[in-house]
């Protein structure tokens, strides 16, 4: 079974830029989510979708940080524009179905830094 | 303020070495789950508990969770190098579908 994927997997740019990043979740996975892990911290949900429907996004800069999952499938994250804070790697995960237990399966990341 | 504080932060020791790390809310979660990071992977799972003084096994580690599910520790017995990793705990809330992550403990197991 393929698991997430994500990319890029490494993306340099400068401040005031913009950018995009790609997640194809594994096959069937209604929930999709899209978190920000700062070096030395743990995983901060930004966004969490349920097929093509946000369930939260509270803690998503919506001034300059957008996601869509049209089709209920990919999603893609986008920053614009990004500011040095913003360096982070960015994880996707998705799982079977929204539930508390159940198991979140993460792609690889994309590491961003910002100039 | 972090929904779950791990501790420790960061742990070095050596191989064949017993060792437990916790992680601690002042919030009841209907459930919580473990996780390992490797660097440059993303967070993989390792358990997930369910029922308050739930006690799991997965080889050398041991889960349990806290009987008023507040609060869940891990602990491996005779660490090896292949140890190695963040390992990481979440949980929703109560009623809630939002996960939420503590910070992290490093853990290196030196041969």
């Known amino acids: 079974e393929a698991g997430v994927a994500q990319s890029p997997r490494y993306k340099i740019i400068e401040k005031r830029q913009s950018v995009a990043f790609w997640c194809n979740p594994i096959s069937g996975h209604a929930t999709l989510y899209w978190y920000q892990q700062i070096l030395g911290q743990g995983p901060k949900l930004l966004i969490q979708f349920q097929n093509n429907g946000v369930v939260d996004d509270s803690q998503l800069p919506k001034d300059r940080f957008s996601a869509e999952r049209l089709k209920g499938v990919d999603s893609t994250l986008k920053i614009q524009p990004a500011k040095l804070e913003d360096s982070a790697v960015y994880l996707c995960a998705s799982s079977l179905r929204l539930a508390n237990y159940n198991e979140q399966f993460f792609g690889p990341g994309t590491r961003l830094t910002v100039l | 303020t972090q929904l779950l504080e791990q501790s420790p932060q960061f742990l070095s020791i050596q191989e064949g070495e017993n060792l437990t790390v916790y992680c601690n809310s002042s919030?009841?979660?209907?459930?919580l789950q473990w996780y390992r990071q490797e660097p440059g992977e993303g967070p993989v799972l390792l358990v997930t508990?369910?029922?308050?003084?739930e006690v799991k096994k997965l080889k050398r580690l041991t889960f349990q969770f806290g009987d008023a599910r507040k609060d869940s520790s891990l602990h491996i017995t005779a660490a090896q190098p292949g140890d190695t990793g963040l390992y990481l705990c979440a949980g929703a809330l109560g009623g809630s579908y939002i996960p939420t992550f503590g910070r992290g403990t490093s853990l290196i197991v030196h041969p």
């Open positions: 508990v369910v029922t308050g003084g």
């Open positions: 919030s009841v979660f209907s459930s």
